[in-house]
């Protein structure tokens, strides 16, 4: 801060971390200042600080804090506009902010680079897709020209309440996106007698792999059609025709 100037502010990564943010700490310090002001970053044995131009460095200023530094949502923004991949920039799993602040945050800064697929991202985890195979899921189906469902549909039960990844209520069925953690013996068994309730009320529940989502994306596609249609959901001609491309390609028989 004080190479930067008296105007600089901790931003992106940096800000991030001291934000709360976990997983996506840096050795680099990141500094922000005003767009045109040239300072040169600061390359040193015992630390390395990037200075970043950026309009408007002194909004969003976290209140009574020193070092001075970005809100969490700036610092989140700003670091998943400058993500090498698409699939880092999405990952928004840590429950830290609210979608509504990230979006207000985004309304402010028209220039943000990736803006669209930020904005998408935060609209589908305002609806409920809370980890990223949920998000390439609800992707998917949009791309394909299948109904939404309802993420994170929340279904009171005697035992508890239980939370339904991707719920189609009108065909009753239900998708359920499932990770690693899933095939551990005591999850797996609370998923197999979750599931079982369901299906006992009629209610079809289909499971699909975050990976099959993030790398057989046609395969989670076709399924999801295919029990949509087993319950009544008549597809467009074209919806129809790009699902037995699919399950060919994908070697569904169904």
Request: with cysteine.
């Amino acid at each position: 801060m004080l190479h930067a100037g008296p105007d600089a502010v901790l931003a992106r990564a940096t800000a991030a971390e001291l934000g709360g943010l976990r997983g996506y700490a840096e050795s680099t310090v990141r500094v922000a200042v005003p767009h045109g002001r040239e300072v040169s970053d600061l390359v040193h044995p015992l630390l390395t600080t990037r200075v970043h131009q950026t309009r408007n460095p002194g909004s969003d200023i976290v209140p009574n804090r020193q070092p001075r530094r970005h809100s969490l949502a700036r610092a989140v923004l700003e670091l998943a506009a400058t993500s090498a991949s698409d699939a880092r920039t999405r990952a928004v799993q840590q429950r830290l902010l609210r979608p509504a602040d990230l979006a207000t945050c985004l309304a402010a800064h028209a220039t943000l680079p990736k803006r669209g697929l930020i904005r998408e991202t935060i609209e589908d985890t305002a609806g409920g897709a809370h980890s990223l195979p949920e998000l390439d899921y609800a992707q998917a189906l949009r791309r394909a020209g299948l109904p939404s469902p309802t993420r994170q549909r929340k279904v009171r039960r005697p035992n508890g309440v239980w939370y339904l990844d991707n719920d189609f209520d009108d065909w009753l069925v239900t998708v359920e996106i499932n990770g690693m953690q899933h095939h551990e013996l005591l999850a797996s068994e609370a998923d197999d007698i979750r599931r079982a309730g369901l299906q006992i009320r009629g209610r079809l529940v289909v499971d699909i792999s975050s990976y099959a989502v993030r790398h057989r994306p046609r395969l989670a596609v076709v399924r999801t059609g295919a029990a949509l249609i087993a319950r009544g959901w008549v597809p467009l001609p074209r919806v129809a025709d790009m699902l037995r491309d699919y399950a060919d390609l994908e070697g569904w028989a169904a």
